[in-house]
């Protein structure tokens, strides 16, 4: 079975137009419009320590560090977004290609952090309660 056959079309341009509003958030350092769609008790594995936070508080400040680390010349890029829904629960995986400064002035490029969102829907409405970000083992 092809499990891309399943995916409700409806469903899939919806999650993958709540992970490009995402994106633009990110771009345009607009932390509100980061938090949207989130669950309050959302979980997210990330790349910086804590590698493991749980609820949007952890999760509001992991971007306000995030957001210092791009600063106003930082790059923040999604590409190849793949996205699987059911009735309840779907998937978005992707690829990140970001920059940012660190303290010391120099400029960090990571072009292979890979993403996957979880989204379930609730009372009709998508919600991403899983958030993973992840760079490959050297």
């Known amino acids: 079975m092809n499990p891309r056959k399943a995916d409700n079309a409806n469903d899939v341009r919806e999650i993958r137009t709540i992970v490009e509003r995402w994106t633009k958030a990110v771009r345009e350092r607009n932390l509100e419009g980061v938090l949207a769609n989130h669950s309050a008790d959302i979980l997210m594995f990330d790349v910086p320590p804590p590698a493991r936070l749980t609820g949007i508080d952890a999760y509001k400040q992991s971007w306000v560090r995030f957001f210092a680390w791009l600063g106003k010349a ?19 995986t992707g690829n990140i290609r970001c920059s940012g400064e660190e303290h010391d002035g120099r400029t960090t490029e990571l072009d292979h952090v890979r993403l996957t969102v979880g989204l379930c829907k609730f009372d009709g409405r998508w919600t991403i309660v899983h958030e993973h970000h992840s760079v490959p083992a050297a």
Do not use: P, T
């Open 74 to 92: 930082g790059i923040f890029d999604v590409s190849n977004l793949d996205v699987h829904a059911g009735d309840v629960v779907a998937f978005a």
